[in-house]
């Protein structure tokens, strides 16, 4: 038998001899030279590795260090920092982490070229000092982050990056110290968002499964969430206008100023802040354009706190029974305060409902669910006719009911498809308002004409002759003294305000007929008691 040793070459039994003082010699250079034994290590993994490297790299680049990026993965940091004999330069300096055969030590290189591409062109607002970054908090940060992503399976850091946050609206410019730490799970990715301190301040998740298939529509319970950072972050104070609901996100409107809109705005325009929320939280919007003024309009206000934010998907859910739209689905969602023509304004919940055949209807409901408004899909709506005698009645029985029996009235005014009512404000009564009646109910339109303003002003006790029969045989009466055909009523106006009034001064009920288009037309005012004061003929 032969022995092993005579298989093996003489200088490989020399090499094999000084193996140990060779291990011995890289163990003693990998001691004196800072090199370290083992696989590799990520930065994101080993306790004080990244302050270490950034200490490294601050001596490299000698104080104070000026930065504009800073970035972290797990085998390197980089600085994109100014350089101190030209500062319209940025160097890049580079701390690695090398692995040769289970050998790891760090190389350092730089300053190497670094090309600059900024959104804000003013190099030096996007810099900041090293010195206001806490390194000493990144490994815990690195943790958090990992925790607060809440990525199914098993997550890891993949990169840090620090720098100025950058906005773009109104103009460029440059915000606070920031860190991003980019979460991933393999299947899903988050962005976790830190202040200088490393103080974890909001989110990124659109790359997750959640928010790809996110509909906020379906799952109301969030709207809660979103009313809560609101308030949170803006307060209970009365300034919202308007909130809106979609699948995607929700909107905040409100009636707070905005000195620095995206679109200059001038004369009776302004600009209010506007703020959006979705899984990342709730973040500034571009700001809305307040037009109200120029159009004598106003937008009330109301706080956070005046709805019960946990009642809304209770109340979107009886949306579609109560619209007889039982395969319908919720398809938008508002929340506001209108302007009431007849009394208080209340904060009401619009809810909109859209069923196979794409017809839409909504329901307007209080803050508590009570039902008050159904608004059927316009295909399913029988028109009213507003010259029917019994509904002309009708409306005047309904106007003594929703605006009291004391409001003054300045004109009334009928036509095919809606009333047009001037008169005084509920809410000051110095002053008149134009209100609309239609199928949709009522909407204050508006300041009424000067010369309805100043009609000498009627109750609406004051039309009780008008009833039923009185109509229609003044409508007949009006189309026969005319020789005009059935169906060319045109309108129908009730005041003191005609061009012919009333040798008593008493109210007046003014019937026009006209053949459309272009055609033959007359009018006959009346007294109401049936009296034709003056006639029109064609």
């Known amino acids: 038998m032969r022995c092993f040793q005579s298989e093996v070459a003489p200088s490989a039994l020399r090499a094999l001899r000084r193996l140990p003082a060779m291990l011995a010699c890289l163990a003693c250079l990998a001691v004196l030279t800072g090199c370290r034994f083992g696989g590799s290590v990520s930065f994101f993994d080993e306790d004080n590795a990244i302050e270490r490297a950034v200490a490294s790299l601050k001596a490299r680049i000698g104080a104070p260090v000026r930065v504009l990026e800073l970035t972290i993965g797990p085998d390197h940091v980089t600085i994109g920092a100014q350089d101190p004999a030209n500062r ?97 799970s393999g299947r899903e990715s988050v962005q976790v968002f830190a202040d200088a301190r490393g103080a974890i301040v909001g989110m990124n998740v ?13 799952d109301l319970n969030l709207v809660a969430d979103a009313a809560q950072a609101f308030r949170y972050i803006l307060g209970t104070d009365a ?156 409306t005047f029985a309904r106007l003594g009911v929703d605006f009291g029996q004391d409001r003054q009235y300045a004109e009334i005014t009928i036509f095919n498809d809606k009333v047009i009512i001037t008169a005084q404000d509920h809410m000051q009564e110095n002053i008149s308002r134009e209100i609309i009646l239609s199928d949709g109910g009522y909407d204050r339109s508006g300041s009424p004409s000067m010369l309805a303003a100043k009609n000498v002003p009627f109750r609406i006790g004051d039309l009780s002759a008008l009833t039923t029969e009185r109509i229609r045989d003044l409508e007949a009466r009006t189309l026969a003294t005319l020789k005009m055909p059935p169906k060319t009523i045109s309108s129908i106006t009730i005041g003191r305000g005609g061009m012919d009034p009333s040798p008593k001064g008493n109210v007046t009920i003014e019937i026009r007929a006209e053949e459309r288009p272009f055609g033959r037309a007359g009018r006959v005012n009346y007294e109401l008691d049936g009296t034709a004061i003056k006639t029109y003929l064609p």
């Open 206 to 218: 659109s790359g997750t499964d959640r928010a790809k298939n996110l509909d906020i529509l379906r």
């Open 88 to 184: 319209n330069r940025i160097d890049q300096w580079r701390l690695e982490r090398m692995n040769v055969a289970w050998i790891n030590w760090d190389r350092t290189s730089g300053p190497s070229p670094y090309e600059v591409t900024l959104v804000n062109p003013d190099l030096e607002a996007n810099l900041f000092d090293l010195d206001e970054v806490d390194f000493d908090a990144s490994i815990k940060l690195a943790r958090a982050a990992i925790e607060r992503a809440g990525l199914a399976g098993k997550s890891r850091v993949t990169r840090m990056e620090i720098a100025r946050q950058i906005y773009i609206l109104p103009k460029p410019s440059s915000g606070e110290i920031r860190w991003t730490i980019d979460v991933s």
């Open 239 to 394: 300034i919202l206008t308007a909130v809106s609901i979609n699948s995607s996100s929700i909107g905040f409107e409100t009636n707070v100023i905005d000195p620095s809109p995206p679109i200059p705005v001038s004369g009776s325009l302004s600009a209010s802040r506007a703020y959006t929320w979705n899984l990342n939280g709730l973040q500034r919007a571009i700001s809305r354009i307040n037009a109200d003024a120029a159009f004598g309009a106003t937008r009330n206000v109301f706080s956070v706190d005046d709805a019960d934010w946990k009642l809304l998907p209770k109340i979107a859910a009886a949306a579609a029974g109560q619209l007889s739209m039982p395969q319908g689905r919720v398809t938008g969602i508002e929340i506001s305060k209108p302007v009431n023509p007849i009394g208080q304004p209340i904060v009401l919940w619009k809810i909109e409902v859209t069923d196979q055949n794409k017809e839409k209807g909504y329901i307007l409901a209080d803050t508590a669910g009570t039902l008050k408004k159904v608004m059927l899909p316009e295909s399913w709506r029988t028109a009213t006719d507003w010259y029917d005698p019994a509904t002309m009645a009708a």
